[in-house]
């Protein structure tokens, strides 16, 4: 049993696999357990090394009932607790077992991620509900008689209902683009027409907030691979915001550059650049800017029609285009988004 066979199968297993006797003794280890129990693990008794009731539990039901046990082991080592799922499987040679730990924290990480969104989504969307129920009722009884107060109602029941729809399509995009970030866009894609044409569709929202487009190296070629949807996409969330949180009658400022090496990309780039003259943004915001629904003052993101996925939306089509998205800002003086794509 414990023959050179065994041994070879056990060290071409990718997971940490311990082979004990019906005594509990460890027989037998591979690399991945001997790294995560130690070297001095040969020889122990398995109850004493691995110490959790669940799991000594599922080893019972191995070596005495002869049958698969499975519990959670829990191991805490310098970089802190890991889950793995344990199992317990009965060798009838030796009245033994094989025990066995896959590594569940990377699933569990991202079971917890997706829980977190799903009740972000209940939340955000429950606002606007509860607003619009609110209005109805209104409408219903005290405005019933109020002509006045009944546009003032309807408008703002029509400026929910539009941000709702809003979220539900930014949800569609984000899942669309998420999808897809994996496959490297093939397209060979203009930059400079992508901003040209993003801005041609701003002009109503420009013109709405008194803002101007001061555009440097839009009107020559600026060559990527791309996905031109999508940059136009990541433009138009950009720019909005630079409109939104840049203030009134200011200037947005939209530069494209070619860089000759990137440091963080290591190669030829064009760099976009959307600058606003606004306040700008506290640095502790910077870090956590593009995570789903972050946004620095809820109620000012809620009035101006905000969903909080349009940076989160801008930082997967920059990932998907291979490429990287830099922050900057100073108080007092604005913001600046740039977008820096690999030349090819
Ligand atoms: N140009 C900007 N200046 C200042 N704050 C900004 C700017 N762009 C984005 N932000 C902040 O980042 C947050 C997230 O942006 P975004 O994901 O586009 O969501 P939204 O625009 O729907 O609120 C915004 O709520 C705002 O607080
Ligand atoms: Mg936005």
Known sequence: MEGELTRDILMGLPLPVLLIDSSYSVLALNDPARELFGAEAQGMNAVTLLRQAAVLA????????????????????????????????????????????????????????????????????RTPLTSLRGFIETLRTTARDDPEARERFLQIMEDEAQRMS?????????????????????????????LRSAIATLEGKLKNANVKIAATGINDEALVPGDRDQLIQLFLNLIENAIKYGGSDRTIHVEVQKVPRDPTLRKAAWRV???????????????????????????????KGGTGLGLAIVKHIVNRHRGRLKITSEQGIGSCFSSIFPAE
């Open 58 to 125: 599922a080893m019972d039901a191995a070596i005495r009932d002869g049958q698969d046990g499975n519990a959670r082991f829990i191991h805490s080592g310098i970089s802190g607790e890991i889950t793995y799922m344990f199992r317990a499987h009965p060798v009838a040679s030796n009245g033994g077992a094989v025990l066995s730990f896959e590594d569940r924290s990377l699933f569990e990480d991202s079971e917890l991620i997706r829980r977190d969104f799903i009740a972000n989504i209940s939340h955000e969307l």
């Open 166 to 194: 809003r979220m539900v399509a930014d949800l569609l995009s984000l899942s669309r683009v998420e999808a897809d970030e994996r496959v490297r866009p093939r397209d060979e894609v203009d930059l400079a027409a992508v």
């Open 273 to 303: 650049d959307v600058r606003d003259e606004g306040e700008g943004i506290d640095p502790i915001h910077l870090p956590r800017l593009t995570e789903r629904f972050y946004r620095i003052d809820d109620d000012r993101s809620r009035q």
